[in-house]
């Protein structure tokens, strides 16, 4: 997609995603989203109910990332949240990312095919970078479990908070199985593979998935857009 186009094609209320892989900077995503095994769409339907839920861990994250230094630029979704910050690579901190990394040489390769569609190279240090990158979310997440599953109980409920859509039980006074999933898959994917969702764009997972959502979904509800 050619920048240029990038205001018609919000205003035109497209679901816009853009690619990890950045030509100054390395990103670093975290993606958390709200599943629900036996009622899916529970989320579109109650977005306030669920989002009252998410509220404890979102504040959890939000201190993680403090504690760190790190304020993330912060996307509410259809289902969740996005946190997301940028390393640029003429930084002190892209360098020491690189050194620590050791990419496989099969995900350099095929990061290496993949941008040769564009005419460019990908450099095996981003992979490295990249690699190194996808260890410390994997350390900053189980800290985050950790004190998540720490809280007293104040009253507010809580559901489980899980790592990459592992599944549940059943749980409280409606017997779902729900819980939130912190999204760490992208780190096993090479770089130029992976997309994230650009604020101020439309959420349409329920129209484009109603297999998933249900048909009620994807066709009475009104689509979401994604605000930071």
Request: proline share 8%; charged share 25%; with cysteine.
């Amino acid at each position: 997609m050619e920048k240029k186009r990038f205001a018609e094609l919000l205003d035109a209320g497209a679901d816009i995603l853009r690619s990890i892989w950045d030509r100054i900077a390395l990103l670093g995503i975290l993606d958390i989203e709200y599943i629900n095994w036996d009622y899916p769409a529970e989320v579109f339907f109650r977005p306030a109910e669920v989002f009252s839920r998410i509220e404890p861990l979102y504040r959890v994250i939000r201190r993680s990332f403090g504690a760190y230094g790190i304020e993330p630029l912060t996307i509410l979704t259809g289902q969740g949240y996005h946190f997301a910050f940028r390393i640029p690579k003429d930084s002190e901190t892209f360098p020491l990312l690189a050194a620590h990394g050791s990419a496989s040489p099969h995900l350099v390769e095929w990061g290496d095919r993949f941008a040769a569609r564009f005419g460019c190279a990908f450099p095996p240090r981003e992979a490295a970078a990249y690699e190194t990158l996808g260890r410390l979310f994997e350390y900053l997440v189980y800290r985050i479990f950790r004190e998540y599953e720490s809280l007293p109980a104040d009253g507010m409920e809580r559901i489980p908070a899980v790592p990459t859509d592992v599944a549940v039980g059943r749980i409280g006074p409606r017997g779902w199985r729900e819980a939130v999933s912190l999204d760490l898959s992208l780190f096993g994917d090479p770089l130029p593979r992976r997309a994230t969702r650009c604020p101020f764009s439309s959420y349409q997972k329920c129209r484009v998935l109603r297999e998933r959502y249900g048909e009620q979904a994807g066709r009475e509800l009104p689509i979401p857009l994604l605000l930071p």
